[in-house]
């Protein structure tokens, strides 16, 4: 079954304190990875599509990469403004339905 | 400036009633996504339609119903039928396969 499982589910980090979001998947034909940023009450801003295994890609404090199995969000020198949900999400083979993994929960202390 | 509207932001339901969600796109894309969002969950996708008139049922579409008569328009109807509806609702907008989302503001449904 085609499965995409993000850790941790919550990470308190200090100002400055560097660090990474994982996502890991389960699928048959990866066609591409898509990160999202989620504020509360709002809907998800895009961040990132990778579609390939070394694939990387950067906007501003936040870079992404992609293995054959899972996809790292690092977060450089994080302010309280970077404190948002990330979630990911996985489309594979012919199925146009995207699968989203349950989200990060980053919070960002002064 | 291009987008996607939902409204309302805050919608309330008695029990028995049927309510629609609009949602608005002037993106001129050509697909467009209905999702749940619950507490600590993924998305859950509801229905789908790739083209005008044309439309799929996504993992939990039982109790809901869409339309689309529009290229810019997928209203979404939450039916009687759906026992647990009080969630976060998304609207989402693709250009073609294998493309990013863009996602409206979102509706906020409460069941009284």
């Known amino acids: 079954e085609d499965q995409v499982t993000q850790s941790p589910e919550a990470l308190r980090l200090q100002e400055g304190e560097s660090s990474s979001l994982n996502c890991s998947y389960t699928v048959s034909g990866l066609r591409g990875l898509f990160w999202y940023r989620q504020d509360p009450g709002k809907g998800p801003e895009f961040l990132f599509t990778l579609y390939s295994a070394g694939e990387e890609k950067e906007k501003e404090r936040l870079k992404a990469t992609l293995t054959k199995k899972e996809s790292f969000l690092h977060i450089t020198a994080p302010k309280p403004e970077d404190s948002a949900t990330y979630l990911c999400?996985?489309?594979?083979?012919?199925?146009?339905?995207?699968?989203w993994g349950a989200g990060t929960k980053l919070i960002i202390k002064p | 400036d291009g987008g996607i509207t939902q409204s309302p932001k805050y919608l309330f339901r008695k029990e028995g009633q049927n309510v629609t969600l609009s949602c608005e796109q002037n993106?001129?894309?050509?697909?467009m996504y209905w999702y749940r969002q619950d507490p600590g969950q993924g998305l859950r996708l509801i229905y789908y339609s790739q083209i005008v008139n044309d439309f799929q049922k996504g993992d939990i579409a039982e109790g809901y119903s869409v339309s689309r008569e529009k290229k810019e328009s997928f209203p979404l109807t939450v039916t009687s039928a759906q026992k647990n509806p009080t969630a976060f609702y998304l609207c989402a907008s693709e250009q073609g396969p294998y493309n990013e989302q863009f996602f409206g503001p979102g509706t906020r449904l409460t069941v009284l």
């Open positions: 993106l001129n894309h050509d697909a």
């Open positions: 999400a996985v489309q594979a083979g012919s199925n146009y339905q995207l699968i």
